[in-house]
C-alpha cells in the first residue's frame, strides 16, 4: 500500500501541473485551493469561462447571489455560498467543483502524535459497494491512520430525542409549527439569509455532524474531527462563526473513494470491527422524510395519548424548499413539522453520492430495519452517552445544553 507521505507528494505534483496553462504561466489558484482550502468557497472556479455559450447562467442559478464576475474572472463569495451544488450541476464547462480538503487531512493524518476521528454521516451505506459493512468501513479508516469511526447517526439519535422534545414542549396549540431539518445546512442558510421571519419555529439544536464533532472533541480534547458525507454544503456549515468548533475538515464519499483507490486499500477486504450505537431514527436521517419520521415516532412514543400530533410535510430540492417555505407563509398548508432537504431524495441524493439514490435509500431503509432498536427513547447508549457528558435532567438537555444548542437568529450564517 501506498504511504501516506508519497501520496501527499504525489498529489502536490499533480496539482502543480496543472496550475501551468497552455503558455507555460503558472497559476497559483489550484495550489492555493488545496493547501488552504478553508480560504475559499465550499465551490470553486477553474478554467478560462470566455467562451461559455451560457455566460451568466451559474450567477443565475444561485440563490443565495454568492456568484460575480470581476474583471472577466468568476468570483465565488465563501460567505454567501451555501455549498448546495447548483451551480456545478448548471456548469456545462465543469469549470465549477468541490473545494477538496483532502490535503490537510493527509496532512494531520502524518502525524502520529494526531488523534484523528472520521465521523460518517447516516447516508453512508452502500456507497463503497454493498460488500462494505459499517464494521469493514470502520477498520479501512483505522488501516489509514484514523483513530477510530464514529457513525454520525448516533448522534442523529440524540437531536431526534432534542426535536422531539422540543415539539411536545411548544406545538402545545392549533397553529403551532416547527421546521427542521437541522441536518440540511442549506436549508437552515435558506431560513436564516432569506426567510429569517421564520427563524423562531427553528429549534435551537446544532446538526447530527456538529453534535458528532464536539462530543468528540468533549471526550477527547486533543482530537482532529474528520467530517465524511455526500454534501459540499457540509464544508461551509463546519466554517460558520457559532459552530467552527466542531469539525476541523470535511470529506466527501468521492475524496475518500479516491483516497482509498491513491493508496490501494480496498475495505470490502477489511475485517470486520462492529460497534452498534444508532437506532433506526438515527439512520434514516439520510432520506428525505427520515427526519420528520423519527421524530413522529419518538413523540408517539414519549407520549402516545397527545393530542397534538406530528402532521409533517417534507421537501427536497432547493426549489421545492422554497415553494414549502411560501406555502407557509401564506398558511397553504395544516401542518406542523416541516422537513426540508436541499438534495432531491435527501442526503443519498447528495452531489458527491457514489450510488443512485434511489438504491441509497432502499440500504438506508435496510440498514434501518435492521438496528436493534426503533427510537432514541429505546437506545441505550443515547443515555450512557448523555449522562458521561452531564445530563441528567431532562429539561436540561432541551434548553440549557450549549454543546447541542445554537442561535439561529444570530447573524453568523
Same mark, same amino acid.
Given at each position: 500500500m501506498k504511504t501516506l507521505q508519497e501520496l501527499y507528494r504525489e498529489i502536490l #505534483?499533480?496539482? *502543480? #501541473? #496543472? /496550475? $501551468?496553462?497552455?503558455? /507555460?504561466?503558472?497559476? =497559483?489558484?489550484?495550489?492555493? &485551493? !488545496? !493547501?488552504?482550502?478553508?480560504?475559499?468557497?465550499?465551490?470553486?472556479?477553474?478554467?478560462? &469561462?470566455?467562451? &461559455?455559450?451560457?455566460d451568466g447562467a451559474c450567477r443565475d442559478g444561485c440563490i443565495f447571489d454568492a456568484i460575480e464576475k470581476i474583471q472577466g474572472k468568476i468570483y465565488i463569495d465563501p460567505q454567501k455560498c451555501s455549498g448546495c451544488g447548483a451551480c456545478v450541476d448548471i456548469c456545462k464547462m465543469g469549470h465549477l467543483m468541490e473545494n477538496k480538503e483532502i490535503y490537510p487531512v493527509l496532512d494531520v493524518l502524518c502525524d502520529r502524535d494526531k488523534e484523528v476521528y472520521a465521523l460518517i454521516a447516516p447516508a453512508f451505506v452502500g456507497q463503497f459497494g454493498k460488500e462494505v459493512t459499517? /464494521? $469493514? !468501513?470502520?477498520? =479501512?479508516? #483505522?488501516?489509514? /491512520?484514523? *483513530?477510530?469511526?464514529v457513525e454520525v447517526a448516533a448522534f442523529a439519535d440524540i437531536l431526534t430525542l432534542k426535536e422531539a422534545l422540543e415539539f411536545d414542549h411548544h406545538v402545545l396549540k392549533e397553529g403551532d409549527f416547527q421546521l427542521t431539518s437541522c441536518c440540511c445546512p442549506v436549508w437552515i442558510s435558506m431560513i436564516r439569509n432569506i426567510y429569517q421571519d421564520l427563524v423562531g419555529h427553528v429549534p435551537g439544536a446544532v446538526s447530527p455532524m456538529i453534535a458528532a464533532g $464536539?462530543?468528540?472533541k468533549k471526550l477527547h480534547p486533543d482530537a482532529v474531527t474528520v467530517f465524511i458525507g455526500p454534501c459540499m454544503a457540509k464544508k461551509k456549515e463546519a466554517r460558520e462563526k457559532d459552530i467552527g468548533d466542531a469539525i476541523d475538515y470535511v470529506l466527501t464519499f468521492q475524496e475518500i473513494l479516491d483516497f482509498f483507490e491513491a493508496v490501494n486499500l480496498k475495505p470490502k477486504k477489511m475485517q470486520e470491527d462492529i460497534r452498534e450505537h444508532s437506532s433506526r431514527a438515527g439512520r434514516i436521517y439520510a432520506r428525505t422524510s427520515g427526519v420528520s419520521e423519527a421524530v413522529r415516532l419518538t413523540v408517539e412514543q414519549m407520549h402516545p395519548d397527545k393530542k397534538v400530533k406530528v402532521e409533517a410535510e417534507q421537501a427536497d430540492g432547493v426549489l421545492a424548499c422554497k415553494e414549502l417555505i411560501e406555502k407557509i407563509k401564506k398558511g397553504e398548508t395544516k401542518a406542523n413539522f416541516f422537513e426540508g432537504m436541499a438534495c432531491s431524495g435527501g442526503c443519498v441524493g447528495g452531489p458527491k453520492v457514489l450510488n443512485d439514490k434511489k438504491a441509497g435509500k432502499s440500504l438506508v431503509d435496510q440498514y434501518g430495519d435492521e438496528a436493534k432498536y426503533k427510537t432514541p427513547l429505546e437506545n441505550p447508549y443515547v443515555k450512557e452517552l448523555l449522562e458521561k457528558l452531564g445530563f441528567t435532567d431532562i429539561m436540561d438537555f432541551?434548553?440549557?445544553?450549549?454543546?447541542?444548542? $445554537?442561535n439561529f437568529s444570530a447573524q453568523n450564517a
Open positions: #505534483k499533480q496539482e *502543480q #501541473k #496543472k /496550475g $501551468r496553462d497552455l503558455s /507555460g504561466e503558472y497559476d =497559483a489558484h489550484p495550489i492555493d &485551493c !488545496l !493547501l488552504h482550502p478553508k480560504d475559499y468557497a465550499p465551490v470553486i472556479h477553474t478554467g478560462d &469561462c470566455s467562451s &461559455c455559450e451560457e459499517v /464494521g $469493514r !468501513l470502520r477498520s =479501512a479508516f #483505522k488501516r489509514i /491512520g484514523f *483513530q477510530g469511526m $464536539r462530543v468528540v432541551v434548553e440549557n445544553s450549549d454543546l447541542l444548542t $445554537r
